[in-house]
């Protein structure tokens, strides 16, 4: 059973920081790739960062520059520390995995956390 809990969202000011931390419980971190991807009201999910097993990086443009996505493999956990922070950033914040490989690091994800809120005031 993969269980992928989120933690360290909160409410911050814009150009603040926070770091959020996915623990993967089962499976998925010999997966292919782990990911973060958003939802804010009203708006559909979208991608935000995703590292490969490999240790491959690929983030959202939005985000180039000011989110970087790391893993911890002892810890089975995967980071997404984020700064400089806009008010454009506030969303629900959910980390994703998948098990096999796929071309795209953007969809095909298996498993999902519950997600964390992250606000951010201007």
């Known amino acids: 059973q993969v269980r992928l809990v989120e933690s360290g969202g909160g409410l911050v000011q814009a150009g603040g920081s926070l770091r959020l931390s996915c623990a993967d419980s089962?499976?998925?971190?010999?997966?292919?790739?782990m990911g973060w991807f958003r939802q804010a009201p009203g708006k559909e999910r979208e991608f935000v960062a995703a590292?490969?097993?490999?240790?491959?990086?690929t983030y959202a443009d939005s985000v180039k520059g000011r989110f970087t996505i790391s893993r911890d493999n002892a810890k089975n956990t995967v980071y997404l520390q984020m700064n400089s922070l806009k008010p454009e950033d506030t969303a629900v914040y959910y980390c994703?995995?998948?098990?096999?490989?796929?071309?795209?690091?953007?969809?095909?994800?298996?498993?999902w956390g519950q997600g964390t809120q992250v606000t951010v005031s201007s």
């Open positions: 089962g499976r998925a971190f010999s997966g292919d790739a």
């Open positions: 590292i490969r097993r490999s240790g491959t990086k």
């Open positions: 994703a995995a998948r098990d096999r490989w796929r071309a795209s690091p953007y969809s095909g994800y298996d498993y």
